[in-house]
Structure formats: structure tokens, C-alpha cells
């Protein structure tokens, strides 16, 4: 079974903090993701990957950027945690393979709180 | 703009009727299209998926359609056990975006025993 692990559950972090959230995932995906997901909004993309050291703006990226250094591994950086980041963040992973190419799996989440 | 929308927040059914979940996009180049089920404190987890080139796609009790001229996929569920209470959320990609998705903004499904 394919594993993507965060970090952590939840997070309590104050305004202007920097924020790491990390996620390692077992398969050697080549394609990482982060989203947020919230009230009536659904999950929105933030940023993927699709190699080591790339990187990409999904629709909302204003506020974090991203780092992945290794292939299992794709860490999400709020530079200056803010009260409308307060969400819950989920890491996914997809393989590039003809089988299965779409279907991402997705991470327990972390429920980040900003005060 | 929201290009994938679910424009039930809920649903109830009683076990072992037939759940009905919807979903329309905006998007004629979306090309694949992807169920996906959530339950509390658990990430999504995959459930059915169907290509544009197919109208329906049947896992066990799960069924997808799509209807291109309408931009409308739905999921069926039959017949409906308690278990399958969740949230589902639809997600769309167009081939030329690679693996990025747009999902929905999720069905809650609760299936009363």
C-alpha cells in the first residue's frame, strides 16, 4: 500500500511564525502536491512537483512556498504564518506510470492553527 | 472560479437505497474525472475513476457517469450501507496539465441504518 506520511496532526502556531509542514511518501512517486482544504471551498491546489528540485504554483501559492530536496520528500513553508492560513493542509503523491497515472494519494492531513 | 462544483453540501439515505452524488464542471477540456472519499480525520482516499472517452464506469456498488454535453458526472451507490457515510468530492484534469486536479467542494453522505 502506498503510504504518504505528514508530519504532524495538528499544529498551534502564532501570527508571523515561520511554518514547516512535511511530507514523505514510500512508492517513489515522481509527482508530489499540497492542497488546503476548507469550509465550502473544497481542496484547493497551493503548489506541486514533479521532479526533485522543481516546482510549481497551483491556485492559491500567495503566502507559502515549497521545498523538495528528495524524491519522497515535499516540505510546505509558510514564511509568516497569518490567521487566514488557519486550515487543514494535506500532502498527495501520484505516479507518472500508464497505470493508475491520475489517482493521487493523499496524506491524514494537518490541522494548522494561527493565532 | 470554481471549475468543479458539487452543489449538494449533503446528502441522507436510508441503507440500501441508492445515493445519487453530482457533479459539474466548467472545463470542456477536462478529460478525466476521479471520486474521492474522505472520511473525519482521514486524507481522501481514491474510489472510482472514469475517462472522457467512457460514459460509465462500475466498481461493485460504485457507479460513475458522465455526460459530456451536460459537463456532468455522477456517482452511484448501491446499494447504500452505513459505512459509505463520508464526504465525497469529485476532481477533473485536463491531459495537458499533467496530474493537476480540480476538485469539488464535497458531498457530504450520511447513510441513516
Known amino acids: 500500500d502506498v503510504k504518504v506520511t505528514q508530519s504532524s496532526r495538528y499544529l498551534v502556531k502564532r501570527t508571523g511564525e515561520k511554518v514547516f509542514l512535511e511530507c514523505v511518501q514510500d512508492m517513489d512517486h515522481e509527482n508530489m502536491f499540497w492542497y488546503r482544504q476548507d469550509p465550502g471551498l473544497g481542496l484547493r491546489l497551493i503548489y506541486f512537483s514533479y521532479d526533485v528540485k522543481m516546482k510549481e504554483k497551483g491556485d492559491i501559492p500567495e503566502g507559502y512556498s515549497v521545498s523538495r530536496e528528495k524524491k519522497e520528500r515535499f516540505s510546505l513553508i509558510l514564511e509568516s504564518a497569518s490567521t487566514n492560513q488557519t486550515s487543514m493542509y494535506l500532502c498527495?503523491?501520484?505516479?507518472?506510470?500508464?497505470?493508475?497515472?491520475?489517482?493521487?494519494?493523499f496524506g491524514a492531513g494537518t490541522r494548522l492553527s494561527v493565532l | 472560479d470554481q471549475q468543479v462544483k458539487q452543489n449538494s453540501p449533503s446528502l441522507s439515505v436510508q441503507e440500501g437505497r441508492i445515493s445519487i452524488l453530482n457533479c459539474d464542471y466548467t472545463n470542456s477540456m477536462f478529460d478525466y474525472f476521479l471520486w474521492y472519499k474522505k472520511y473525519p480525520a482521514e486524507g481522501p482516499t481514491f474510489l472510482i475513476s472514469?475517462?472522457?472517452?467512457?460514459d460509465k464506469n462500475e466498481d461493485g456498488r460504485f457507479t460513475v457517469f458522465l455526460n459530456k454535453s451536460a459537463k456532468h458526472l455522477s456517482l452511484h451507490i448501491v446499494p447504500s450501507q452505513p459505512g459509505d457515510s463520508a464526504v465525497y468530492f469529485c476532481a477533473a484534469s485536463a491531459g495537458d496539465t499533467g496530474n493537476q486536479f480540480y476538485f469539488g467542494t464535497g458531498t457530504s453522505l450520511t447513510v441513516i441504518p
Open positions: 498527495a503523491s501520484a505516479n507518472l506510470g500508464a497505470v493508475a497515472k491520475n489517482i493521487q494519494y
Open positions: 472514469i475517462s472522457s472517452i467512457k
